[in-house]
């Protein structure tokens, strides 16, 4: 368990660096930016990749006003929202594949693995890029989807600068935010940086409201040209309810109006609370070799009672009323525990006429998954019969709050650790000014421990899993701004739990095939892919023990993506993607949330065919110091499937934005947003028609700022 006394001096720190006064030249003299490798690249530039890559930098997130996650991968091209998990977390899929849906999904925050455990939904005042690596790379990262992984490169101390920003902003629905931002060169070899967010917020969902903090220090040290020492801290708190949305009657939505909150007020806010540590050594060697080697430690718990609609029909009582919706009431206790290591070495060899950037490196991971949850479920129910208080039920049009019977039957009380390490190894070749050439490979060694968590611990099953996953790719330079590329990798992802016999589930694999074309200019910068992905070993229904899972189901996703990225003449910025994804279901299997029968060619949850986005802005000088910035946006998403193995779908929609901004100087700025400008209804993501997030309606915010 986190122990939050522990983290006052931390605040109390990092309060007063926020707070104390620092004044900087408009212009420093000079001034040195030391910047770290990021890990399982080495040295090969972004651009040089054979790999669609997406970067969305601080600048577009600020501009936009983007705090959260799932907004900011909103305007990420094949990137689409799944189930939250009651708005506990962020979960979304790329080019069509989601990961473990019991888990967030999985993401990399400089190079660790930062999205496992239950850490809430991450906000973006410490983010610095967001790197959205798409296709076969598997092969050097490991244990993560076929459509590609995000990495998060957090804001860190930067030497030889003295420089802040603080912020407020104030919005629809009583939602107010604070934001600060200060780094201090304390030396020209030591530098520390604090950054962090306050924010209170209401909400358009009736009785709904959150409290969230997030402080983030790090420090810098480089004692000589050659070596450099950093960390960083992370510590969130969340409050915020458990909210499983709206529902669907006879399958059509609209009937309840997505302001209803169909939990219970009294059980208060789910807490999420968040201590992690990121520690990174940096040693430049003889020629163009570097040694990188980190340590990560990560605790999250997530504590919390909700009201959750029944799913069994034989328990719930919405199917006959119309107008009841009988309710689980759930206690969770999820935490975990995720250490991390990692070393590796690149640079670069000739061997006659062919440059060879390599690779070689090797990490460890140890993730604790300790839960309890225990929760009290509604009588079985028949047509007709009058609903009782045994029901938990709840009118989904005139609700009327209170019941909450208290959780006595316990779901589950179990420790799962799952053990691993792998080795990898990248080699890309550049043969000639125009051909480049990469393999590269990776071994991952899975061990996983599940039992009890009561006494000490004993596991009742213990599994060792093994695989090394290939990967080859190619780009050839046309010229110096185009350039087309194919790649080929396989995957592998450990699934967790164990079946009706009590032995862990084989391993999810995957094999993914990409080609591609980029275009890269000083004012434009475009791409195109096509892409095609398999998974096998997904978990599915056991069809002879119910309630039981088996590894048995397979699937496939096939689309293309395209996007644009322009800094035009006239202070212009244009952002512009689409996405058409085909995501379905290969075998013919088992629903393994509701054992409804699966056919092939059946589509996965939540994926639409069709994605699109464009943002664009236009500045204007005012005056010699001022200027003004004027900016549109629309997001499109095609319907999709809301359960699956059924024909209930999420209509499309499409949201407009607008924006104003006005910078009187350069350390001052003052805007607008306003998101959802017509105020149309629609729906985010969806479980079940039960169990359906709805969207913000028009929302304004306003906010200041002032950069030193």
Not at 180 to 192: E, F, Q, R
Not at 595 to 603: E, L, M, N, V, W
């Amino acid at each position: 368990m986190i122990d939050r006394s522990a983290i006052k001096p931390v605040l109390l720190a990092t309060a007063a660096l926020l707070s104390t006064p620092v004044f900087a030249a408009d212009e420093p003299s000079s001034i040195v930016v030391t910047g770290q490798r990021q890990a399982y690249r080495g040295d090969v530039p972004v651009k040089e990749l054979p790999q669609t890559i997406q970067l969305i930098d601080a600048k577009l997130m600020d501009v936009v006003n983007l705090t959260k996650m799932d907004s900011i991968t909103d305007i990420a091209s094949g990137i689409v929202r799944q189930n939250n998990f009651g708005g506990l977390w962020d979960s979304f899929a790329i080019r069509g594949f989601a990961g473990d849906e019991n888990f967030p999904t999985g993401v990399l925050v400089n190079g660790f693995n930062g999205g496992r455990g239950y850490g809430g939904a991450r906000d973006a005042s410490n983010v610095e890029t967001i790197e959205v690596l798409k296709g076969p790379n598997g092969a050097v990262f490991g244990r993560g989807e076929p459509g590609g992984t995000i990495n998060i490169i957090t804001k860190k101390a930067k030497l030889g600068q003295t420089f802040g920003k603080i912020g407020a902003q104030a919005g629809s629905f009583d939602t107010y935010r604070g934001e600060g931002d200060l780094n201090i060169a304390i030396s020209d070899k030591l530098a520390i940086r604090a950054n962090g967010a306050i924010e209170d917020a209401g909400s358009f969902r009736n009785t709904v409201k959150s409290s969230k903090e997030v402080v983030n220090p790090s420090i810098l040290w480089q004692p000589t040209d050659k070596t450099s020492l950093s960390y960083e801290l992370e510590y969130v708190s969340l409050r915020t309810p458990f909210d499983r949305g709206i529902v669907a009657i006879n399958g059509k939505l609209g009937a309840v109006s997505r302001n209803t909150f169909l939990g219970e007020p009294g059980d208060g806010p789910t807490r999420v609370n968040v201590l992690g540590h990121q520690a990174q050594l940096q040693q430049k060697l003889g020629g163009d070799w570097v040694v990188i080697a980190g340590f990560g430690l990560r605790e999250t718990s997530m504590i919390g009672f909700s009201e959750d609609a029944e799913l069994a029909p034989g328990r719930q009582t919405f199917y006959s009323t119309g107008t009841m919706l009988a309710r689980q009431r759930r206690y969770r206790d999820f935490r975990t525990r995720n250490i991390t290591g990692r070393a590796e070495i690149s640079g670069r060899i000739t061997t006659g006429p062919i440059l060879h950037h390599v690779l070689l490196g090797a990490d460890m991971d140890e993730f604790d998954i300790n839960l309890l949850q225990t929760r009290y479920r509604p009588v079985a129910y028949t047509a007709g019969s009058p609903v009782t208080a045994a029901s938990n039920a709840i009118n989904v049009f005139a609700p009327v709050y209170g019941l909450m019977p208290t959780p006595t039957s316990t779901v589950f009380n179990s420790l799962e650790k799952q053990k691993s390490w792998g080795i990898y190894f990248q080699d890309q070749m550049d043969i000639g000014e125009k051909v480049k050439i990469r393999f590269g490979g990776r071994f991952d060694h899975f061990n996983q421990q599940i039992g009890a968590r009561v006494g000490n611990f004993a596991p009742t099953t213990n599994s060792v899993k093994e695989r090394f996953s290939p990967t080859v790719g190619l780009l050839y330079d046309v010229n110096p701004r185009v350039g087309l590329y194919a790649a080929w990798g396989n995957g592998f992802r450990p699934n967790s739990g164990t079946d009706a016999n009590n032995n862990p589930f084989a391993p999810e694999t995957s094999k993914s095939y990409e080609v591609g074309a980029r275009y890269t200019s000083k004012v434009i910068s475009a791409s195109l892919a096509v892409f095609t992905m398999t998974k096998q070993n997904i978990l599915t229904s056991d069809p002879i023990n119910a309630g039981f899972s088996i590894a048995g189901g397979s699937a496939r996703s096939t689309g293309v993506e395209a996007g644009v990225d322009g800094h035009l003449p006239g202070m212009v910025e244009l952002h512009a993607t689409y996405a058409y994804t085909d995501a379905h279901w290969t075998s013919s299997s088992l629903d393994p949330n509701f054992s409804q029968t699966i056919q092939p060619g059946a589509k996965l949850i939540n994926i639409p065919a069709h994605t699109a986005n464009l943002l664009v802005t236009k500045g204007f000088d005012l005056g010699e110091k001022g200027k003004v910035t004027v900016g549109a946006g629309v997001n499109y998403v095609s319907s999709r499937l809301g359960e699956t193995a059924t024909t209930f779908f999420l209509p499309a929609y499409t949201l407009t934005r607008a924006l104003l901004t006005y910078e009187p100087t350069k350390r001052i700025r003052l805007g607008v947003d306003v998101t959802n400008l017509f105020d149309i209804t629609w729906y985010a993501s969806s479980y079940s028609t039960l169990w359906v997030a709805p969207g913000a309606p028009r929302t304004i915010t306003g906010r200041i700022s002032y950069a030193f």
